[in-house]
């Protein structure tokens, strides 16, 4: 069964290629949404996949790319958009999807 789950990931995961390397972990666990920074130097994630996929994609989340220093990961329920893809996208973009 498919679910959707908003991530945001707090520490120093800002100018460490945490968005790019959640993109790779993306693909690697079958996972479709979008990673973004956030203006409080965290990481948003929207992810969706199965079950199994998402534990594994939080577990990377937790650890991160080499450089970051992940310090806390709040996961809460979202509701499904049907994402096809896993991309970066900019807060910009993010907003004027949201209106």
């Known amino acids: 069964m498919m ?10 995961v800002q ?12 693909y690697k666990y079958g996972i ?6 956030r203006d409080d130097d965290s990481v948003y ?3 969706e996949g199965t079950g199994d996929a998402l534990e594994s994609f939080i577990g ?7 450089g970051a220093r992940v310090e806390e990961v709040k996961v809460s329920d979202g ?6 893809s896993f991309e970066i996208i900019s807060r910009a973009k993010w907003m004027n999807t949201k209106r």
């Open 79 to 84: 509701e499904m958009q049907s994402f096809t």
């Open 60 to 66: 990377w989340c937790h650890r991160g790319p080499i």
């Open 15 to 26: 100018k460490v290629g945490f968005r790019f390397h959640a993109m790779e972990a993306a």
């Open 3 to 12: 679910k959707h789950l908003n991530l945001i990931i707090k520490g120093r």
């Open 32 to 37: 479709a949404g979008f990673v973004m920074n």
């Open 45 to 47: 994630i929207e992810a």
